[in-house]
């Protein structure tokens, strides 16, 4: 199968054509083209897509510049666009998000590291990892006929009668608005805390807990003063990864979040987010302004969920490199 | 290899059909998008067609009119559909002609749900105009409540509802805004997608009603179809004349009487707020958007020959989904300009 | 016991206790979708549901055939588009080295993982409808197989890492070339786990629904081929799920039923069944 070793002396044809074909009949150097082309697929793919992003959002970038980023004004009908409503609307879904899932995510992760048998741990966490296996659209078809119904007859006039003097909780009761895509974005990126900060945790080698409680700390005190500080960097990580994941998230967001690009101090109002407008006006943006004023908010996403997602990567993979455990 | 050979039959077995082009035995699939309104009365047309011609399949999707529109312009589908009819810089876009055709009537009403409200409502155009500005914000105001005696109507916040997508339906509406307050024109404007004001947004048709449906103390607009057929009550508008007009077909028919005579060749016409005494002022006309010129020719065909049904058989279809037919003078206008298809 | 040890004991106890609370939320919350789509999503299956096409607005039956289908088709198309790449990708990742360009292809699979799932809409119906001048289920599959690429190259690549080197020194001592080892000893070895992941992805990308709604549209008919609009089981739940009709809502719901139950069922054969003995990728 091999040709000739002779020729190759004669020749000595280390480089050219006839040297690569000759190199490629070796599976190797065929196996390694093969893979590289694939691998090289990727960047190919995502260069595009980012040229797409940039190119198709000329129009756009031209005409309003950076101003973009903070005019409130969604015009089509005047052609004046502007990203601020649609920058609040994901940024405070996801804050909400973040303030109810980080508490309860944290609580459960310490629970399931800390406290609870290994096997009632795994089992948990794997039923957990299940939680973030549910499509969005279900949760968004759950959220209009239970979650929206609640908030609109019991949360919100609850909480508008308590709270009512903070501007975060004035306004009438609509159930859908900030408040209600906060929510379902929190019971999304719940799991994602929970099991990163659990792996988190139990790498945390045991020696220092132990010192911890030789010193006479209460089980609490050395996971809290302890362990958690330990995992931080790795914990946090957890937190960027998940708000990098609400960031982008569509469906359920744009089932209850109102539809409304405003910005407004209530969490009661109904908003708008990136991805939401994205998915109601794309297919129909008609005018070419408009539809790139819509692609520029796709960059603006992309860019804010890039930068987010390389922070998170990096405090991980600080994390992984202190600690001691091993995959 | 095994899984090679396998998946390759699977694909075999999965890609029937061929395409679309030149062979008459397989389905020829043709796709529309476009308006929210008219989707009860197509989605029975092109099933009751489906049934006529078995291996004919349109497929209509209803995204909004603004959506129809751009897809006709990309050329992603082959016809749309808009209750609003195309501006004059939309047709420049086109690649080729577009051709409007309408194809039913219908009328957008306010429609409301208020708790403890069960009478019917009179809204004159200045209360509509300015719940929709934001000026007006309790359902007690005078605006409303002068053109209501005998209603006791709460004190409480009126949560608007408007689309959230690019809407023939809001075309209409914003279109009578627009002619009935000066304000509304220069704030706000016409058009398929407006920078609203106030309210909440809901995806089609379906999203405002079912968002009116759920939400106490709101006011939306939708088509008549959708308000009968979600049994949302719709209150009466006050037209040019003076007289509260409740929707129906027959105030319909009489808004359109004035401009069938009248009709301009390419069938774009507003006939919101018209003169006459029995008209319902929020009314419409909505139109299929077809390429004057199809390269493929089984689809071609499809189109005009459907075209002609619709105009003819289809029209029977109309009343019962709360669509009104079709002005005689304006059906026999629309056969002759099928020609015009080639 | 001094006042303060009593403190520290309470709060002991009651942190521990919230904590436990937390858990119990979490697991709570995934119990109470369950229980909510079987009832309504049960209560509305039926025959019809599997069988039959969407019948026009107004009228009751009718169910989502064509969007079962559908969906089928597209991950079926998806995988063949996506897996490949991830997997040889990840193959060269493991077992060819470098510095500058495997920096590259890492550095861009995590770009490409961390777009959201609407942009990648945006850029396959760029790039297949616009060309290709109409919706299809390829386009659809694009969208869809780009969003698997990111998973399977890098579960690929550490599956494969974690091959010891003794088996492929053992090979290559016997005289295998470096490909033959990697095809024969190498992926052999580590196949389960990159199933496992391959799976995995193919359950996250089943949900998806913003992709296609730009790329594959939605149909009321049977969709041959996959150069047409095709229905599938996302699109029709939101579309159904937003509008007012009882009938859509109920349909709705046995969609959910039906995405779910297939989604976890996925999700749980391959992080048991297929994970024995090997550390399953978080998602």
Redesign the interface.
Known sequence: MATAPIAVRHGHPSRGPRALLQRLRSGDEAAHLITALFAGSVILITSLLVYELWANSVLSRHRFGWSFLFSRVWDPVFEQFGALPFIYGTLVTSAVALLIAVPVGLGAAIFLAELAPPRLSDGLAFVIDLLAAVPSVIYGLMAIFTLVPLLRERVEPGLGALFGFLPLFQGPAYGVGFLAGGLVLAVMVLPFIISVSREMLLAVPGDQREAALALGATRWEATWKVAVPFARAGILGSIFLALARALGETMAVTMVIGNNPQISASLFAPGYSIAAVIANEFSEATGDLYLHALIELGLVLFFLTFILNGLARLLILLTTQRGTAHE | MKVIRSLAVLGLLVAPGGSAKGQSFGPILVNGAGATFPYPIYSKWFDEYHKLHPNIQINYQSVGSGAGIRQLLSGTVDFGASDGPMSDEQLAQAKVKVLHFPTVLGADVPTYNIPGVAQELKFTPEALAGIFLGTITKWNDPAIAGANPGVTLPAKDIVVVHRSDGSGTTYIWTDYLSKVSEGWKKKVGKGTSVNWPVGLGGKGNEGVAGLVKQTPNSLGYVELIYAIQNNLPYGRVRNSAGAFVKADLAGVSAAAAGAAKSMPDDFRVSITNPPGNSVYPIASFTWLLVPASIQDGNKKAVLKEFLRWMLTEGQKYAEPLACARLPREVVEKELKAIAQIH | MTYRLIW??A??AA??G??????L???S??LF?LG??AWHGGRALNWDFFTKLP????EAGGGMANAIVGSA?LL?LAS?IGV??G???G???A??GGRT??F??RY????????????????A???V??RM???STFAGAVALG?MM?PAT?RSTEDFLRLVPRPLREGAMALGA????T??TVVIPAAYRGVLTAVL?AL??V?????PL??TA?????????????TASL?VM??TY?????EDW?RQ??AA?LV??GL??AT??IA?TVLSRRV?VP??
């Open positions: 520290r004991k709060v002991n942190m521990l919230l904590s436990g609370l937390c858990a939320a979490a697991v919350v995934l979708i909510y789509l019948k026009p607005v107004g088709k079926l063949l490949p790449i997997f040889f990708g193959v060269y990742l077992e060819f360009f495997p590259l292809v861009t699979t995590d770009l490409l993982n961390g777009v959201p799932s609407i942009v990648i809409g945006i850029f119906y760029g790039i409808v616009l001048r109409h919706f780009l690429v190259l070339s470096k490909w033959k990697i095809a995995l359950a996250r089943a949900g998806e629904t913003a709604l730009f549209f939605s149909n009321r008919f049977w969709s041959p081929g996959w150069n047409q609009p996302p739940i939101y799920a937003i509008a007012p009709y809502h709705a719901w959910g995405l779910l989604v976890l999700n749980v992080r550390s978080r998602t």
